[in-house]
Structure formats: C-alpha cells, structure tokens
C-alpha cells in the first residue's frame, strides 16, 4: 500500500514568514512529486512538480526533494495571507500510469 | 498549466434520478482522466481512472454500475451519477493527465446535491 503522509495542520504562520511543508512517502520507486494547493470549497490547483533531488524554486516557492530520506517539503517564503489554504502533496510512482497518491494535506493559515 | 472544464459547476436532483458531469481538456489532449470525490473537510478520494478508449478502471469499495464513466476521446469524459441518492451528495472533480512530466490537472469540480 503505497502512502503519502503529511501532517494535517493547521500551520499557522504570521505574514511574512517562511511557511515549511512536510510530506513523506512510502514507495521507494517513486518518480515524480507534486504540491497542490486547494482553496476551501474549490478543486486542487498545481504549484509545483519536482523530479530530482534538490530544491526547486518558482517565485516564492520552494519545492525540495530528498529521494533517499523519502522526504518532499514546500516552502513557501513572505506568506500571505492569500496563501492560507489545504496543501496536498502527491506522489507518481512511475511507468506509464498517470494515478496519484496524495497525502489528506496541510492546512496552512497566514495571520495578516 | 493545461486547462480542464467541468459542467455543471453546480446540480440539485431528485433522488432517484441520473446525473451527467462532463470533464473537458481544453488545450492538450488527456490520455488519462482521473475522477475523484471530496465529501466537506475529508481528503480527496479517486473514484476511478479512465483511459480513452477503454474501460474505466474503478477503485475498490467504489459501484461502476452507479458511477458510468465515459471516455469516448481525448478531450472529454463523463461520470453518470445513476440512481442517486442524498449520500451521493457530494463534490465531484475531474482530472487530466497526459503529458510526459505525469502532471494531473484538475477541472473546477461539480457540486451534487441530491433532494
């Protein structure tokens, strides 16, 4: 059974602060890692992808993948409070099969 | 990233009657489409996976005789809700996934209510 573990939250975390996002995962052959974000009442939307060991960064975010540990982390720097919101990290074990594994996410809260 | 439309965004039926939700993949063709269910406060839970032109593969504990999945190209799929009922209720989303970084893209989601 493959799994995806995050811890549920909530974060909280006052405006311009670094808000760090954990995520560990079972299936050692897994190929690539995604961090969603869902606003409550609206569907996933696609933040960041990772599929090498390292950081990553796009704008304020900061995907970090360490293969070895099994570990995936999101951080996200100056927060906002319009990043106040369910991060779901999710994992695809490779092959041709397009299936996710996501964790139940985290909930963040940015206190203006 | 690519874009997935969903109709309707919202539905009220009666018990007992049908419902269609349509998934569309605007910009890129979807060789895989993932249907999923989020009941309030709960996690995302995948339904099925459909591939075009086959038969969708649904997840266990989850009836394919009450959730019809269609994947009849690679730009649309459809979910049938058949005979619901109020514990059908729900938020339904789609996704897509065909490109070659395994992305999923998910549509706006459809919200059932059933009376």
């Known amino acids: 059974q493959k799994e995806v573990e995050q811890n549920s939250g909530p974060l909280s975390v006052p405006e311009g602060a670094i808000a760090s996002l954990n995520c560990t995962y079972s299936?050692?052959?897994?190929?690539?890692f995604f961090w969603y974000r869902q606003y409550s009442g609206k569907s996933p939307e696609l933040i960041m992808s990772?599929?090498?060991?390292g950081d990553k960064e796009d704008g304020r975010f900061t995907a970090q993948l360490n293969k070895a540990s099994q570990y995936v982390s999101l951080l996200i720097r100056d927060s906002q409070p319009s990043d106040s919101a369910t991060y779901l990290c999710?994992?695809?074990?490779?092959?041709?099969?397009?299936?996710?594994?996501f964790g139940k996410g985290t909930l963040l809260t940015v206190n203006p | 990233g690519a874009v997935v439309s969903q109709h309707p965004s919202r539905v009220i039926c009666k018990s007992g009657t049908s419902v269609k939700i349509e998934c569309r993949s605007l910009?890129?063709?979807?060789?895989?489409m993932f249907w999923y269910r989020q009941f309030p406060k709960q996690s995302l839970m995948l339904m099925a996976t459909s591939n075009e032109g086959s038969k969708a593969t649904y997840e266990q504990g989850v009836e394919k005789d009450k959730f019809l999945i269609n994947h009849a190209s690679l730009t649309l799929s459809t979910l049938t809700v058949t005979s619901a009922h109020p514990e059908d209720s729900s938020f339904y989303i789609c996704s897509a996934g065909g490109g070659a970084l395994y992305e999923q893209y998910f549509g706006p989601g459809t919200r059932l209510t059933v009376t």
């Open positions: 999710a994992v695809n074990g490779g092959g041709s099969n397009y299936k996710l594994t």
């Open positions: 910009d890129f063709q979807a060789t895989t």
């Open positions: 299936d050692r052959g897994s190929q690539s």
């Open positions: 990772i599929y090498s060991n």
